[in-house]
């Protein structure tokens, strides 16, 4: 597989996983660990990002409203307007314990984030 930098405006979910989230003050939150993406319309939900641990022992799973992401090109990451002490409440969960992202997990997710 060849990788090159490319300025295009779609990415494989593959390249974005791994890539690192920061808050706007330019600290590092995280990285994305998964994509959710909706069967039917196709569009990303949630980036599914990791925070926590050490050496990705004891990390959880904080799921974030796509929308909330933007994509920074001077930091090569995304940025969300969060700061640790709201990420640190926010809905996550384990690993070996990914929720099912019906109706009502999602309703809980962006209900958190003010997301409608």
């Known amino acids: 597989m060849t990788t090159t930098t490319s300025s295009h405006d779609v990415i494989s979910s593959d390249r974005v996983e791994g890539t690192n989230v920061y808050n706007a003050a330019?600290?590092?939150?995280?990285?994305?660990?998964?994509?959710?993406?909706?069967?039917?319309?196709?569009q990303v939900r949630y980036a599914v990002m990791e925070f926590g641990g050490f050496l990705g022992m004891g990390t959880d799973r904080y799921p974030i409203p796509w929308s909330m992401l933007k994509y920074?090109?001077?930091?090569?990451?995304?940025?969300v307007n969060l700061d640790k002490a709201t990420l640190e409440s926010a809905p996550r969960y384990a690993t070996d314990n990914?929720?099912?992202?019906?109706?009502e997990y999602s309703l809980t997710v962006n209900k958190y984030y003010g997301m409608p």
């Open 26 to 42: 330019g600290e590092k939150l995280g990285s994305i660990d998964d994509l959710m993406i909706d069967k039917i319309s196709g």
């Open 72 to 79: 920074d090109t001077s930091q090569d990451g995304y940025v």
């Open 98 to 103: 990914v929720p099912d992202y019906d109706d």
